[in-house]
């Protein structure tokens, strides 16, 4: 068994914060269909790099779905659509706020067909509101929502986290909505409408900064590598060329760390001996720290910070995480099989149940897959009637 | 009613990724209880920026919550820890591994208590594996789980993204492994371990890096603000030395773009009319891009994308987060009020759910300032018995 078993899922949505939303309901157990238009399905499976012919982008955030086609803009198409949320526990989509009223299928129509039924709607700014129609990335949201402000050298430019983090952070909340709404329904038999938007979720990741503006005026901006509550703790460069992290500033871990280091005279010194002094001289404090690392190599630093207990870890590449000891112990890459493209290794469940575990069902799909499946599945169809969704092109 | 009403939660954890996991399901409607040493309770709440006396970076995490003092090292405080035990759904601890056994409350114990709760474990590299006790913070867990590496400039050093990313990311995976492990004892009637990993965490994000490098050995890395598939899209200058954000990357924004900015002879010249093209002349792309911007106002330039429907930001200054029109219009700022410290802005609450909203039942509580009214609560204790518990200092 898995704890999502009985939840059955329609996941219209395309690139990152709607697949990867379904993905890990799939992950727990979800019956999660990915609908898709007929031919080349979602755009994004022709972007580059590629296994076979299929764009690895789209296989990574559908795992653990099947894939039927349906043809959103056909009177026939979306009939079928309307069939399909009868059945479903969830719809998700992250199409522009509108679009999904224009396939009549706005959250009224869904509630008169299936009372049951939660729609998950996401999108870069929200279903209301004087922006709520503006178009939006990842990027975009990081830029608009104080990631980038926040990320990047002291005094340098603006960059951004270098992954779709706000895709993600959307989609971890969408999942969080999703499953509230499931817990409620217990008590009201009812689905109901959740509203994510890329900006909201990106201010929530602010830390202190938004209650200090409102009090202080005070601006949080970028700092590079540097901890904003203690010292030492930043990036060193070691004698190998390679860089590390170490977070030694909290008065519990600076004594470790240069006890380990032969530098605990400065533990006698009153400029350098708590954390609310050295703050006060951040660079001579880093300066003892880069003159050690700088004539150590990487594997010691990290070798005598771990036996020191002070947290530390190399800034590492790919290929060096895909070779990680501790990611391996875990069960974190699993590979997945498909004739259509072969193997793919993917990162793995990082939610660990003990009693009801993720696992993989379904390697990621390629364009209409299950078609056939899902009709019988859900819908109960016999080939004639197969036969004739396909003749009205309505799959 | 709200959505999580039914839930009775135990939040022994410190810092950010346990704290905002409680503090989620408290704005979902959870009883929350931040259960923290008596005195000065949880060791951040000394840390600036302070509003009074108050670090607002422990207050920030703990909103819908009630706080209570419980002494975890004396043999009665862990005696009333397992009378809270036995009446919790979801108790959430991110202590080091191994912490919670010293505290005679492993989770053999805490089944034997209460075979409905679930103990949801959170730690830099999970409870299993060989690293499982090395300590780590966000910073360690983006340098070791990929994310600097793919953040800074492109050839420049490595930088980690501006705000605890992995903390945020590995809290909202916990909300999911607990709303999981509730889904799953309607059906079960018992409660599971849920074991985070902030490591596993951190390589959930990493988009196609891990596939990639399974199939090709290629090693993603930094590159600046620049879009991984389609180009125009990264950061750029404008006249008034502010930084936007433009992505007209794609084939179906790129003559939107070129149209609204009096480029449209590009869609004639076969070196730049389609995205494939483009990719193999960045700098020229960017070049074209960049001499309109330096040219125009950042205004000027939102407002010529806004009406093209190319999907544009300014990178946005906290101050300007702090009054944009459309987080306003989304109710995304919240005042909090607290006699102890005053008045506190938050960022709202992300997840909107039409029919059992979020909302905020308690400001984020000083050290204790419910520890009668929980014992009462949970435990019915009359005042006698609070006095005991107080007299031997379990409390």
Redesign the interface.
């Known amino acids: 068994?898995?704890?999502?078993n009985?939840?059955k899922v329609l996941d219209l949505s395309r690139y990152i914060a709607g697949p990867n939303c379904g993905m890990?309901l799939g992950d727990?157990g979800a019956d999660v269909i990915k609908v898709e238009s007929p031919g080349r399905g979602e755009e994004t499976r022709l972007?580059?790099?590629k296994?076979g012919e299929h764009g690895?982008?789209t296989?990574?955030y559908n795992r653990n779905k099947r894939a039927m086609t349906l043809n959103f803009r056909s009177p026939e198409g979306q009939a079928l659509l309307r069939e399909l949320i009868a059945e479903a526990d969830i719809i998700i989509e992250n199409f522009r706020p509108g679009t999904l009223e224009k396939m009549n299928c706005d959250w009224d129509t869904i509630r008169e067909i299936n009372e049951r039924a939660t729609l998950v709607r996401i999108s870069?700014?929200?279903q209301?509101?004087?922006?709520?129609s503006?178009?939006?990335?990842d990027?975009?949201?990081?830029?608009?929502?104080?990631?980038?402000?926040?990320?990047?050298?002291e005094g340098g430019?603006?960059?951004?986290?270098?992954?779709?983090?706000i895709d993600?952070?959307t989609s971890?909340?969408a999942?969080?909505?999703v499953?509230?709404?499931?817990?409620?329904r217990?008590?009201?038999s009812?689905g109901?409408?959740?509203?994510?938007?890329m900006?909201?979720?990106s201010?929530?990741?602010?830390?202190?900064?938004?209650?200090?503006?409102?009090?202080?005026?005070?601006?949080?901006?970028?700092?590079?590598?540097r901890?904003r509550?203690s010292t030492p703790?930043c990036?060193f460069e070691c004698a190998d060329d390679r860089?590390?992290?170490i977070?030694a500033g909290s008065d519990a871990l600076f004594p470790r760390f240069v006890r380990a280091t032969g530098m605990a005279h400065l533990l006698e010194d009153d400029r350098y001996a708590t954390n609310a002094e050295r703050l006060e001289r951040i660079p001579e404090v880093e300066g003892f720290v880069s003159e050690w690392t700088r004539a150590t190599t990487s594997e010691k630093v990290i070798d005598t910070m771990?036996k020191a207990?002070?947290?530390?870890?190399?800034?590492?590449?790919?290929?060096e995480?895909?070779h990680?000891?501790?990611?391996r112990?875990?069960g974190?890459?699993i590979k997945v099989q498909n004739p259509a493209y072969g193997e793919?290794?993917?990162?793995?469940i990082?939610?660990?149940?003990?009693?009801?575990p993720g696992a993989l069902r379904h390697a990621p799909p390629v364009v209409g897959q299950h078609t056939d499946e899902v009709l019988r599945d859900w819908l109960g169809c016999d080939e004639a009637r197969i036969r004739e969704y396909r003749e009205t092109q309505a799959i």
Chains 1, 2 share one sequence.
Not at 144 to 149: A, D, K, V
Not at 324 to 327: G, I, S
Not at 344 to 348: C, D, R, S
């Open positions: 068994m898995q704890a999502l009985n939840l890990i727990m972007l580059s790099p296994i690895i982008y296989l990574v870069g700014y929200g209301t509101g004087p922006w709520s503006k178009p939006c990335f990027a975009i949201a990081q830029a608009g929502g104080g990631l980038m402000e926040l990320t990047g050298e430019e603006p960059l951004p986290a270098g992954t779709f983090i993600y952070v971890l909340y999942c969080i909505g499953l509230s709404a499931i817990e409620a217990h008590t009201t009812k109901q409408l959740v509203d994510l938007a900006l909201d979720c201010i929530s990741l602010l830390m202190t900064a938004i209650p200090e503006f409102a009090l202080t005026g005070r601006e949080l901006t970028r700092g590079g590598s901890d509550y703790a990036n860089w590390v992290h977070n771990t207990g002070v947290p530390c870890s190399r800034i590492d590449t790919i290929g995480i895909f990680n000891e501790q990611l112990a875990r974190q890459f793919l290794t993917l990162a793995g990082p939610i660990c149940l003990s009693e009801t």
